[in-house]
């Protein structure tokens, strides 16, 4: 199976080096990988470059942006100029973080799981950080959810369910599609990557109002916000993210923010959440 790569990189140059040798050395190689230069102010560029000429699948994309790092909204579009450097001669299209390594045989065992199952949508494995010297799971989600870090599609799953949103919830948005038109999402747990920058290092404040109204957008409703909100919070150890989250939800709610769904969507969105709930409960 052929799979692109696109990559959306920010000030990477302590990182990306390392990713990309990661990539270079996978057992199956990608048919094209884009890197997308989102206003790097250090040498991410130079880097990427110096890979390029001697990789020929290998591609630097320029992007002008503003500095302010928004969860979701700002990698998505950097993610969609990558893409529309792209031909439709794919099987699979991947979205990576620029700041991973990845076993060898990442990609090959990917493309195994697709191959098993022609309905598979959605395939990744999970990120690891580094913590007092030893590699440990970054455990900010269910282990049935694959990281945002490292997405892989179906063309014909991303093609269905609208491509990515720009906008916090994107990847949280995607499964709950797949799953809405029947497609599988699948999680492979020997699948280690290393994450070398933990996730929303960078956010600010006004950043973490953005996750209650990626709630809000998701047609969670107040409840189901609630208890996600309360168990995120717990999962990233800081309880009073809880209060950002329902304050971001409320804002977004009281100045009716778009959504990201349609009310048949938001529907089955809050049914299966409630059946998800209801399971661990009994």
Known sequence: MRYYIIAPAYNEEAFIQLTLDSLVNQTVLPSKLIIVNDNSTDKTAEIVSSYSQKHPWIQLVNKTSENIHL??????????????????????????????????????????????????????????????GNWILENLTDKDHIRGALKAYR???????????????????????????????????????????????????????????AFYTLGYGFFITAIASAKLAMMKKKPLLFLDYIQGFWKAKTSKKPMLV?????????????QKMKEKLF
């Open 71 to 132: 969860p979701g909204s700002k990698v998505i579009q950097a993610f969609q100029k990558g893409f529309e450097t792209l031909d439709e001669n794919y099987d699979l299209i991947v979205k990576i973080d620029s700041d991973l390594i990845f076993p060898a045989n990442y990609f090959e065992t990917i493309i195994k799981h697709f191959q098993s199952d022609e309905r598979i949508g959605m395939a990744g494995g999970f990120c690891y950080i580094e913590k007092n």
């Open 155 to 213: 063309a014909a799953t991303f093609k269905q369910i609208g491509g990515l949103k720009p906008a916090m919830g994107w990847d949280t948005v995607d499964e709950l599609l797949c799953k809405y038109y029947n497609w599988k999402v699948v999680t492979d747990e020997s699948l280690h990557v290393k994450h070398l920058k933990p996730t929303g290092a960078n956010y600010n404040k006004t950043a973490r109002y953005k996750q209650g109204e």
């Open 262 to 274: 349609n009310p048949e969507q938001a529907k089955f969105i809050r049914n299966y959440r409630l």
